[in-house]
């Protein structure tokens, strides 16, 4: 019987920072549409549901997609940072069409920010935190959140390429283990 090894495991996604990130993202944008906008008036809410949505589905669904295909979870992984750039974008229109002032990185508050999350990876940690906040710190700690989990998406682009270049994608994978299963055979 041939070694299926070939098939590389996939990780807990839920166990993934990068999951955990997009998951407090999806929480909070849905705090956030049932507290600012009329859900019955404003198509954003649709919008900026579904881009959190989508980037986090992607995310799974990329992750399940790497045991066999470093192209799929490249594609579905850009899928879900481009759906986190467009749920970013709304988060920027809202400061802008409110006359909000929107934090530079280099701000206090948006270091703030960043020091909590490398702390805090549960949705409830910041929806509590949030409910308190005005709009322009909530719009400015989703938008830095944002900008922190494309960076973890890049991240997570840029080794699933690595891998590619190092072994290959599945069909290589499969040629090796075939060749292995046959040499193992050879010597019995």
Same mark, same amino acid.
């Given at each position: ?18 999951? !955990? *990130? ?21 198509? &954003? ?10 980037? !986090?589905?992607?995310?799974? $669904? ?5 045991? &066999? ?6 594609? *579905?992984?850009?899928?879900? +940072? ?26 206090? %508050? &948006?270091?703030?920010? %960043? ?6 990876? +549960?949705? $409830?940690?910041?929806?509590?935190? *949030? ?17 922190? *989990? ?7 682009? $840029?080794?699933? +390429?690595?891998?590619?270049?190092? !072994? ?15 040499? !193992?055979?050879? +010597?019995?």
């Amino acid at each position: 019987m041939a070694n299926l090894d070939f098939i590389a495991p996939t990780g807990k996604f839920e166990d993934w920072n990068v999951y !955990k *990130l997009s998951l407090i993202i999806t929480d909070i944008t849905d705090l956030f549409v049932k507290s600012y906008l009329d859900r019955y008036r404003d198509r &954003t809410v649709d919008q900026m549901v579904q881009a959190a949505r989508s980037c !986090k589905q992607n995310i799974v $669904e990329g992750s399940m997609a790497a045991a &066999t295909s470093r192209e799929t979870e490249i594609k *579905l992984t850009n899928v879900a +940072k481009a759906s986190l750039g467009e749920l970013r974008e709304d988060f920027r229109d809202y400061i802008r069409h409110n006359d909000l002032c929107l934090w530079d990185k280099d701000d206090p %508050r &948006t270091q703030q920010i %960043r020091a909590f999350t490398r702390r805090h990876d +549960k949705p $409830e940690d910041y929806i509590s935190r *949030l409910r308190e906040r005005s709009p322009e710190a909530f719009c400015n700690i989703a938008i830095t959140l944002c900008h922190q *989990l494309d960076y973890m998406l890049y991240c997570v682009i $840029e080794r699933a +390429k690595a891998i590619f270049l190092e !072994k290959g994608g599945i069909k290589e994978e499969m040629y090796r283990a075939r060749l292995a299963a046959r040499d !193992k055979r050879d +010597k019995r």
